[in-house]
């Protein structure tokens, strides 16, 4: 049975065509499975968790920390706080271990090919503790100027880098990041939205401090996503928010922590998204996720190239670790009018800025149009994708 | 709610077409109504916020009556400059005033268009309209 009889949206069509989703990078669509394993736990075991002793919340306790214990076994990790997303995840390594651990004086290395999601949290931080922040650059070619990189590690406590560039595609050779910060005493925190869903990483191999990413882009639902945590850095992070579920005991003079996970999780957490999340990934793991991607950056760089052959210029190179992200700009029509005309045809694109502005900066470009390929995407939409590119072309351009 | 007899016409043609790229077709071809506002001339006061591109407008008064120049770079937006143009260019103020935003929605265009767009024609139209106000 072929991965898109799996999902049922790809079934419909728009303005009377039939869907081709290409806006993957933005958000993936989400196989039956996970569509009914949510709807399964509010029919029949809803419940807060971690608080009674009754049937219903046993279940849905249970049905929560397995998502906990699939993250961890599933990207080997020793601690994984599940999170609102990447975003929120970025957010508590801020607050929790910046706000802790980081002081007058201390650097923090950022990229310019990082998500704003990665930026702006680090940027508030910055004025607070005055903390300098330093820009690591982006070259001609879409990749990070490494040497810039190792210089600028001086006094660096924190080095963020993005795993996966969600406009350009490009993988970084996080292998030789991580290291070079580690030789300089600096801890490591990887923006894996992009990465985690078009590659296996096993976190603890990666050497990283912490992996932030969201289940969205994974084929789960939206919501939900997770911080992997280093074992020793976990213990030197403090509370971010306080409420119910994170503490051991509350008096009026003061509380006490959990001082696993729970610590970083205050409040009702994402039940039903827990359980859709542990879907997906059940479904991802009967798949041959490494075929996959060979076949979708397959797809990207013949889209690549087609455009290219156009005079259409593409920004990203589409090697075979990258993922299947292909950024362009029309040459003579306007991206939004592009992406209006492509939806008019039931093709999904996406345009902007996609929140990644210093990128676009450096590139010297206001924005892009997207085309971002997952799972479910064929060759032949691909094809679709040019052909139409072609007629807008012809007719508009 | 009634229109200028102009852009009731135009609402019209708009709903015998079926096909969305046709209709879209329809908007960019309206931007040949839009009064050009010089980029030179484009500052922060006269940007349309929540546009994905460059949107600005400008009003003033020519013999009593409304004069409204725009620019934009996205060929849809200019479009729906056009049509905007169209229905309120040579109206008193306090006539233009009275315009509905709806009409967009009633020729099939916003909800052809993405949610950032369907606000950004909104901040377009109430920025003209909050332009217009200070005339009266
Ligand atoms: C590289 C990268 N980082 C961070 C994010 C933010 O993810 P979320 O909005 O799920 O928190 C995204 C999503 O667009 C992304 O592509």
């Given at each position: 049975m072929a991965i898109r009889d799996d999902f049922p949206i790809l079934k419909r069509e728009v303005n009377g065509f039939p869907l081709i989703y290409l806006d993957n990078a933005a958000t993936t669509q989400k196989p039956q499975v996970v569509i009914d394993a949510m709807n399964e736990y509010y029919t029949s075991s809803n419940a807060n968790v971690h608080r009674a002793v009754h049937t219903l919340a046993g279940e849905a306790t249970e049905g929560y920390e397995s998502c906990r214990n699939i993250l961890k076994s599933w990207f080997n990790a020793d601690r994984a706080v599940l999170t609102s997303g990447t975003t929120e995840a970025i957010n508590l390594v801020a607050h929790a271990w910046g706000r802790a651990n980081?002081?007058?004086?201390?650097?923090?290395?950022?990229t310019e090919m990082e998500h704003h999601s990665d930026i702006v949290p680090w940027q508030m931080l910055a004025e607070e503790r005055n903390v300098e922040l330093r820009y690591v650059p982006v070259m001609e070619d879409f990749t990070l100027d490494m040497d810039a990189y190792a210089a600028s590690l001086e006094d660096a406590k924190l080095v963020c880098v993005v795993h996966t560039s969600n406009?350009?595609?490009?993988?970084?050779?996080?292998?030789?990041?991580?290291e070079l910060a580690h030789s300089n005493d600096a801890l490591v925190l990887v923006d894996a939205a992009q990465g985690v869903p078009h590659e296996r990483i096993d976190f603890k191999e990666?050497?990283?401090?912490?992996?932030?990413?969201?289940?969205?882009?994974?084929?789960?639902?939206?919501?939900i996503g997770a911080l992997l945590i280093d074992a020793d850095v976990f213990e030197t992070m403090q509370p971010f928010m306080g409420g119910g579920d994170m503490?051991?005991?509350v008096t009026i003079t003061g509380s006490t922590y959990q001082t696993n996970e729970h610590k970083f999780e205050a409040g009702t957490p994402r039940i039903a998204e827990a359980i859709g999340?542990?879907?997906a990934f059940d479904w991802m793991a009967t798949l041959d996720l490494k075929k996959e991607h060979k076949r979708l950056i397959g797809i990207a760089r013949w889209v690549a190239e087609q455009l290219r052959e156009m005079d259409i210029p593409v920004y990203g190179r589409h090697e075979a670790k990258d993922s299947a992200v292909v950024s362009f700009l029309h040459p003579s029509i306007h991206s939004e009018d592009l992406a209006h005309l492509f939806d008019s045809r039931g093709?999904?694109?996406?345009?902007?800025?996609?929140?990644?502005?210093?990128l676009l900066t450096r590139l010297g470009i206001s924005g892009t149009v997207r085309a971002s390929f997952y799972l479910y995407?064929?060759?032949?939409?691909?094809?679709?994708?040019?052909?139409q590119l072609k007629d807008i072309t012809e007719r508009f351009g | 709610m009634t229109y200028p007899a102009e852009l009731s016409e135009l609402i019209e043609e708009f709903k015998d077409v079926e096909d969305k790229m046709e209709r879209l077709e329809m908007v960019f071809d309206m931007a040949d109504e839009v009064v050009p506002f010089p980029a030179e001339q484009w500052t922060n006061q006269t940007k349309v916020q929540g546009c994905q591109s460059e949107a600005h407008v400008h009003v003033q008064l020519e013999?009593?009556?409304?004069?409204?120049?725009?620019?934009?770079?996205?060929?849809?937006?200019?479009?729906?400059?056009?049509?905007l143009t169209l229905a309120i260019n040579g109206s008193a103020p306090a006539q233009a005033l009275l315009l509905s935003p709806d009409f967009a929605e009633e020729m099939g265009i916003l909800n052809s268009l993405s949610p950032s767009r369907s606000n950004g024609f909104r901040n377009m139209f109430d920025k003209v309209m909050k332009d217009i106000r200070q005339f009266v």
């Open positions: 980081l002081t007058d004086g201390d650097v923090i290395v950022l406009v350009l595609g490009v993988r970084n050779p996080l292998e030789e990041i991580i990666s050497g990283a401090d912490f992996m932030a990413f969201s289940a969205h882009k994974m084929c789960g639902p939206t919501g503490i051991e005991t999340w542990c879907a093709f999904a694109v996406r345009t902007g800025h996609h929140c990644a502005q210093p995407n064929t060759m032949d939409e691909a094809k679709q994708f040019i052909e | 013999d009593g009556k409304v004069l409204l120049l725009s620019g934009a770079d996205a060929k849809l937006v200019q479009g729906l400059m056009g049509i």
